[in-house]
Nanobody, 119 residues
Framework: QVQLVESGGGLVQAGDSLRLSCAVS????????MGWFRQAPGKEREFVAG????????DYADSVKGRFTISRDNAKNTVYLQMVSLRPEDTAVYYC????????????WGQGTQVTVSS
């Protein structure tokens, strides 16, 4: 069974940057498609970014394109989400997720890390 642990969240001001990390254990991260999701208070969880097993292809929600970058270091069993030019509307709990098959839903989830952006 794979375990995902997010870190790197915090309280920042609008325009600041943060880098979230997702440490993967239990199986090698290279076995999984990885993604980041977020859930703001009173809203449904939404997709933020995804990355293929090799890291050769990425996908982003329109709301974060050009500001967020997903990457992975398979040697360190870690996935990252670099966030720049943060906005108050980016405030949410950010979750790391993993799946084995690209066409399947994400099956494994971390516990989340809070990101709060003040104006």
């Amino acid at each position: 069974q794979v375990q995902l642990v997010e870190s790197g969240g915090g309280l920042v001001q609008a325009g600041d940057s943060l880098r979230l990390s997702c440490a993967v254990s239990g199986r090698t991260v290279s076995s999984y498609y990885m993604g980041w999701f977020r859930q703001a208070p009173g809203k449904e969880r939404e997709f933020v970014a995804g990355i293929t097993r090799s890291g050769g292809s990425t996908d982003y929600a329109d709301s974060v394109k050009g500001r967020f970058t997903i990457s992975r270091d398979n040697a360190k069993n870690t996935v990252y989400l670099q966030m720049v030019s943060l906005r108050p509307e980016d405030t949410a709990v950010y979750y790391c997720a993993a799946k084995i098959f690209r066409e399947m839903p994400y099956a494994y989830w971390g516990q989340g890390t809070q990101v709060t952006v003040s104006s």
